[in-house]
């Protein structure tokens, strides 16, 4: 009877761990096909971009195709609720940028909950926003800037790329943490916004350094600060924010993500690969041409900077009433 028992309970075991073979087997197998990245976005952007140069690695070390598709529309809401939707296999990523926390505050009637129905996969790249004014501005640095806000209240105007961009709630949250009355003027993207900073029509503007870095270098705008922890490369003379006004940090970051269910061991074969470029010299130079630097992080820890910032920046928009366009 023993003996029975035995035989019986050693058959379920191994019936039990059947299911897992094949998922294991096919994460040690991944990818047998090609993997599509959905971008937000139309090509060209930030977010197009760090998809490129991160699907170019992985064809390149996992043996097969990794295409962008670019879904733009709705601030990005078109592609994330196309991969939340996707099957959980691995085959279907999405490049997520700061759309995937603003969005969450922003729009009421989202049919997806980005923390909850998008597993993060990897980060690529950290850039930061730069403090610009134009030089007709009486101010050479954040001090000299808020001195001269506060003493011209509602007279200076600060341009944003639109309505609930990062470049937009960048701002926001210096005139919360600074204290200052600007007027925030919101453009539809980046490049009127900053014709309008170079002629004089606007004041301030918070911006990349990849659209600003030749404005500056040719006097045509003032760089106060970078709105990182760290300076950046592309202007490293230029201070961090928070040397002025602690605390401070707004940067945009962009990496992969994947629907929720997706398997573990793909998720970590990703992030393993994803890692290892991010160590390469020629990605290196490709992110640093961003304005950017690498952001190796953990599945794990890339979710804990998602869901913080969802929280942080869920703060700001809703202080400063912040609706999208």
């Given at each position: 009877?023993k003996?029975?028992?035995?035989?019986?309970?050693?058959?379920?075991?191994?019936?039990?761990?059947?299911?897992l073979?094949?998922?294991?087997?096919?994460?040690?197998?991944?990818?047998?096909r090609?993997?599509?990245?959905?971008?937000?976005?139309?090509?060209?952007?930030?977010?197009?971009?760090?998809?490129?140069?991160?699907?170019?690695?992985?064809?390149?070390?996992?043996?097969?195709?990794?295409?962008?598709?670019?879904?733009?529309?709705?601030?990005?809401?078109?592609?994330?609720?196309?991969?939340?939707?996707?099957?959980?296999d691995?085959?279907?990523?999405?490049?997520?940028?700061?759309?995937?926390?603003?969005?969450?505050?922003?729009y009421?009637?989202?049919?997806?909950?980005?923390?909850?129905?998008?597993?993060?996969?990897?980060?690529?790249?950290?850039?930061?926003?730069?403090?610009?004014?134009?030089?007709?501005?009486?101010?050479?640095?954040?001090p000299?800037?808020?001195?001269?806000?506060?003493?011209n209240?509602?007279?200076?105007?600060?341009?944003?790329?639109?309505?609930?961009?990062?470049?937009?709630?960048?701002g926001?949250?210096?005139?919360?943490?600074?204290?200052?009355?600007?007027?925030?003027?919101?453009?539809?993207?980046?490049?009127?916004?900053?014709?309008?900073?170079?002629?004089?029509q606007?004041?301030?503007?918070f911006?990349?350094?990849i659209?600003?870095?030749a404005?500056?270098?040719?006097?045509?705008?003032?760089?106060?600060?970078?709105?990182?922890?760290?300076?950046?490369?592309?202007?490293?003379?230029?201070?961090?924010?928070?040397?002025?006004?602690p605390?401070?940090?707004?940067?945009?970051?962009?990496?992969?993500?994947?629907?929720k269910?997706?398997?573990?061991?793909?998720?970590?074969?990703l992030?393993?690969s994803?890692?290892?470029?991010?160590?390469d010299?020629?990605?290196?130079?490709?992110l640093?041409?961003?304005?950017?630097?690498?952001?190796?992080?953990?599945?794990?820890?890339?979710?804990?900077?998602?869901?913080?910032?969802?929280?942080?920046?869920?703060?700001?928009?809703?202080?400063?009433?912040?609706?999208?366009d």
């Amino acid at each position: 009877m023993k003996t029975r028992r035995r035989k019986f309970l050693r058959l379920m075991a191994g019936a039990a761990a059947l299911p897992l073979l094949p998922r294991v087997a096919s994460a040690d197998a991944y990818p047998t096909r090609p993997v599509r990245i959905i971008v937000g976005f139309a090509a060209g952007g930030p977010n197009d971009i760090a998809a490129r140069v991160a699907g170019q690695w992985l064809a390149e070390h996992l043996g097969k195709p990794f295409v962008v598709e670019n879904r733009p529309g709705a601030a990005s809401n078109i592609a994330t609720e196309q991969v939340v939707r996707a099957r959980p296999d691995g085959y279907t990523l999405v490049m997520m940028g700061p759309p995937a926390v603003l969005n969450t505050s922003l729009y009421d009637n989202l049919n997806f909950s980005f923390v909850r129905d998008i597993a993060p996969v990897a980060g690529i790249v950290r850039a930061p926003e730069v403090m610009l004014v134009n030089p007709s501005v009486p101010a050479s640095s954040v001090p000299e800037f808020i001195a001269y806000a506060k003493a011209n209240p509602g007279k200076l105007n600060m341009a944003t790329a639109g309505n609930g961009t990062m470049p937009h709630v960048a701002g926001e949250l210096f005139k919360l943490m600074a204290g200052v009355d600007l007027v925030t003027v919101g453009y539809r993207g980046g490049a009127p916004a900053l014709v309008d900073l170079l002629s004089g029509q606007m004041h301030v503007m918070f911006e990349t350094p990849i659209a600003t870095v030749a404005h500056v270098k040719a006097g045509k705008l003032r760089a106060l600060a970078v709105t990182s922890a760290t300076r950046s490369e592309a202007l490293p003379d230029v201070p961090v924010m928070a040397d002025f006004i602690p605390g401070f940090e707004a940067s945009a970051w962009y990496g992969l993500g994947a629907p929720k269910g997706t398997p573990a061991e793909v998720i970590d074969r990703l992030n393993r690969s994803v890692n290892a470029g991010l160590a390469d010299a020629t990605i290196k130079q490709r992110l640093a041409e961003l304005g950017g630097a690498p952001m190796p992080l953990s599945p794990a820890e890339f979710g804990k900077l998602i869901a913080d910032d969802t929280e942080k920046w869920g703060k700001v928009i809703g202080a400063m009433k912040i609706r999208p366009d």
